[in-house]
């Protein structure tokens, strides 16, 4: 007698927790919209979770590492399950434009249960981190809400160069640019812009003038902040202005 299953019909993480969305909208990984608590106790209780889902013999490259991926969609699924829609960016590797360094993909990152869950650890804590800096960042570089136009083009110029840089310092390798236009979007949605505007203010200020494994000049960072803020408020911003030396240098230490 042959049995048949239905792998979408058995009780695996996956098949219980809907797919992952795309990340465009900061108020899905927000940390002030999403509480996070860890201690010693949640930690051994998702080190268990994970172990139980590590395949005991792997497929390795004979297999094509089925085996592994299949591992890392039920990881993801639990992590979701358990935190929320924030946490789906813990295995957004720094080899595909993303900022994790603890996960590099479930072919190498998959081994034994123990070690596996260990990385699993330190991707999940490695994403919060990076999105509750990203939220102080944001929150500093933010125009004030009363800015003239001229003024809020400055800031909007000054934001857009850092966190260009900050996506360029991220250790992200081919895919860079995507995260630096990710995170420009992330951040105008928090000055009062819809998700829409954002992303065609972004494309537009950008337009393709950054390459995959090609690390822009300063000048060209610039350019783009420049053309973002003029975009946006139809005035050039100030150039070594007196009154806004003291923010300049608050924001090049940072």
Known sequence: ????????????????????????????????????????DEEAHLRALVREWVPPVLSGREGRWQGEHWCERQVDALIR???????????????????????????????TPDETAARVVTALLEWREW????????????????????DRSWHLERACVRLVTLALD??????WHGQAALVLRW??????MGHVEAG???EAAIGGRFESWVTPGHTLIESV???????????????DHREWSAVEEFHDRH
């Open 200 to 202: 065609q203010a972004v």
């Open 81 to 111: 399950e358990r935190y929320g829609s924030w946490a789906q960016g813990w295995n957004w590797c720094y080899r595909y434009g993303g900022v994790i360094g603890s996960w590099v993909t479930a072919v190498t990152s998959v081994t």
């Open 131 to 150: 999105l509750e800096r990203l939220a102080r960042r944001f929150a500093e570089l933010a125009p004030p809400p009363d800015a003239p136009p001229e």
């Open 170 to 175: 991220s250790g992200a390798e081919g895919g």
């Open 225 to 239: 902040g420049e053309d973002l803020a003029v975009g946006l408020t139809g005035h050039a911003p100030y150039r």
């Open 1 to 40: 007698m042959t049995l048949a299953y239905n792998l979408d019909t058995l009780p695996f993480p996956e098949n219980r927790v809907p797919r992952a969305r795309p990340l465009t909208n900061w108020d899905d990984v927000d940390p002030s919209r999403h509480p996070f608590t860890w201690d010693e």
């Open 187 to 192: 951040f105008l949605t928090t000055t009062g």
